[in-house]
C-alpha cells in the first residue's frame, strides 16, 4: 500500500484546494496517470500518479484544501497484506481522521499582533471629589472610581453610584472650548469626551451640533438598519486560492517597497494608424494586433535604454539586482481572479513572436490553464485597464519587480497640433515604481520614453 502526499508544485507552495478528482476508489491507476486537479495560490495544476495499482482510498474531499505533504490518495500497489482491496478500502475509510492545519501565527500589516492576555488596562484613578473624567462628562460616577466600601448597602458590583449634585461635576475643558460651548449653548456636562483623561475638545462641541440638528434622521435610520434581513440579503465568498495569494502579495508590496506614480497623457493617433496597418500584413494574418502589442514594444525598449526599471532590491543581500532579459508580465483578469503570467525573454522576440506570445498567454489565462512556471520570474508588468474603460490607476507593483505600467483607454480628444485643436485618439499612461530602485528621474524617463514611442512609432525603429 502506498500513499501520494500532496506535493509542492510551485516555488514555496503551503497548500492547495482539490478542484476534482479523476479516479474513485476501486479504480485501476497507471504510472503518470492524472488523478486529481488542484488549485494552488498561482493555478490549477492536475498531478499524475507515481504509483501502479487500484485506487484504496481518496483521502481529501472536493473542495477541501490540504496542506503540502499531507496524504491525498492511498493506491493498492499488491505489496501489503493480503486482505482484499475492498476491505482494505473500507478500513482506511473508517479509520481516516481529518488532520486539522498547524496552528499560525496570523500576521498583520506589523509584526504578529498582540498575544492573548498580553495587554490589560490600567485602573483609573480616582479624582479628589471621587468622580472619574468620563463620570465627570457625564454626570454620573463611575464604579471604577468608587471605593467598594463607598457604596451603599445591597448596591451590585458595577451599579452606578448616586448622581453627583451639579456644582460638584468636573468638567475638563480647555477656556477655548467653554467659550464656545457658551456660544453655541451646548451643555458640557452632557458631553463624553474624547481628549486626553476624557476631557472635552472643540469636535466633541462640534460633533454635539451635529448630531442636535441630524437626531431625527439618526434615528429613522437606526430604525431601519436595526431590521432583522434576510439570510440571502448577502453573500460570503471563502478567500482562497488566487484570491489569497492576490490579497496577500498585494498588502506584502503595498507595505514593503515605497511606491511612486507618475501619469503621462499621450497622442496615440499614430500608434492607432499603425495597429490598423500592422493588421493588413501577411506575417499577422493569422495573430491578433492590438495597441497593446505596440505599447508591449514601447516598454521593452524603454527597459532597455533605462535599465534600473527593470531591476529589483533584494533585501536579504542588501543588494540592487538589474535584470539584462526582460521576462514582460501581462495582468490579466480570469474567472478565477488576477493573474499575471510573463512572456519569457521578450525582448528577444520580433513584433510577430511578440504578438503571437500575447495572445497565447491570454488564451491560456481565459480558459483556466496557467502554470505556476508562467507566473514566475517576471522583470516587469503592464496591466491594461483600458479594456474595462477606464483611463488611468496606480498599480501596485508585482513582488520581486520594481515597475508596472497602467495602460488606459484610448479615446477621442481634443488636442493641440500645430497650433489648431483638433480631435485625437488619446490615452492616459501610469508608471507606478519602487522608490526604493527607481528615482524620479529614472521612472520619468522610462514612462517619456515610453510616450513618445506611442507617439511617434518610428522612434520603436531608431532606439531598439
Known sequence: MKEFRLPDVGEGLTEAEIVRWHVKVGDPVKVNQTIVEIETAKAVVELPCPFEGVVAALMADEG?????????????????????????????????VPVPPAEVRQPVLVGYGVKPGAAKRRPRKPSPSGI?????????????AVPSEAMPSGAREGDAGPA????????????????????????LTALTGTGPHGSITRDDVQAAIGAATSGSHSAAVTRETSRPRPAEDEERIPIRGVRKATAQAMVASAFTAPHVTEFLQVDMTET????????????FAEIKVSPLLLVAKAVLVAARRHPMINSVWDEARQEIVVKHHVNLG???????????????????????????????LAETARAGRTQPADMAGGTITITNVGVFGVDAGTPILNPGES?????????????????QVVPRKVCTL??????RVVDGEIGSLFLRDV???????LRMLAWA
Open 64 to 96: 477541501e484544501t490540504v496542506d503540502v505533504g499531507r496524504p491525498i490518495i492511498s493506491v493498492d500497489d499488491g505489496a501489503g497484506p493480503g486482505a482484499p482491496v475492498a476491505e482494505r478500502s473500507a478500513a482506511l475509510a473508517d479509520d481516516m
Open 132 to 144: 472619574s473624567p468620563a463620570g465627570a462628562a457625564t454626570g454620573s460616577r463611575s464604579p471604577e
Open 164 to 187: 453627583a449634585p451639579p456644582t460638584s461635576v468636573a468638567v475638563l475643558a480647555k477656556p477655548p472650548v467653554r467659550k464656545l460651548a457658551r456660544d453655541l449653548g451646548i451643555d
Open 272 to 283: 492607432m494608424e499603425a495597429v490598423r496597418r500592422l493588421r493588413g500584413l501577411p506575417d
Open 330 to 360: 501581462i495582468a490579466a483578469a480570469t474567472p478565477r481572479g488576477l493573474l499575471v503570467p510573463n512572456v519569457k525573454d521578450a525582448h528577444l522576440l520580433s513584433l510577430p513572436g511578440l504578438a503571437g506570445a500575447l495572445g497565447a
Open 403 to 419: 515597475a508596472i505600467l497602467a495602460f488606459g483607454q484610448v479615446r477621442d480628444m481634443p488636442w493641440v497640433v500645430d497650433g
Open 430 to 435: 501610469a508608471v507606478s515604481f519602487d522608490h
Open 451 to 457: 510616450g513618445a514611442m506611442l507617439e511617434d512609432p
